[in-house]
């Protein structure tokens, strides 16, 4: 049964995500830490804020499905700056793969719960 959004197994999986991608920006150069650190904290965070927003704002199912669709956004941002981060070199390729194919399974179940939330 879902009671809150912290019920929910997309919010589970994007708020440990973005505790991963804040620890992994502690490690880049202190320059980037403020610049392009800052960038990739703040997308990876966005997720599950926007979906315990929806959820806690959802007046309507549309509203709450229009929340998945904005962290599915913000997903998609946290994507393409891990690619940079990993061609800057301050991540390697198998942990930018790791945590792309992991963002990639996050966006299919955000799909999923769009999809079916009634």
């Known amino acids: ?42 997308a990876a965070v966005s997720i599950p804020i926007t979906i315990a927003e929806g959820y806690g704002k959802k007046s309507s199912n549309a509203e709450f499905k229009r ?10 941002e946290t994507k393409v700056l891990l690619e940079i981060v990993k061609d800057l070199g301050y991540i390697q390729e198998e942990e930018y793969k790791e945590l792309f194919n992991r963002y990639d399974e996050l966006g299919k179940q955000l799909y999923k719960l769009h999809q079916n939330w009634e």
């Open 67 to 76: 929340f998945l669709q904005m962290a599915q956004g913000s997903k998609e």
């Open 1 to 42: 049964m879902i009671e809150s959004y912290r019920d929910l197994r997309v919010y589970q999986i994007a708020y440990k995500l973005a505790l991963e991608i804040h620890r992994i920006s502690q490690r880049f150069p202190d320059f980037e830490k403020y610049e392009i650190g800052s960038q990739i904290r703040r």
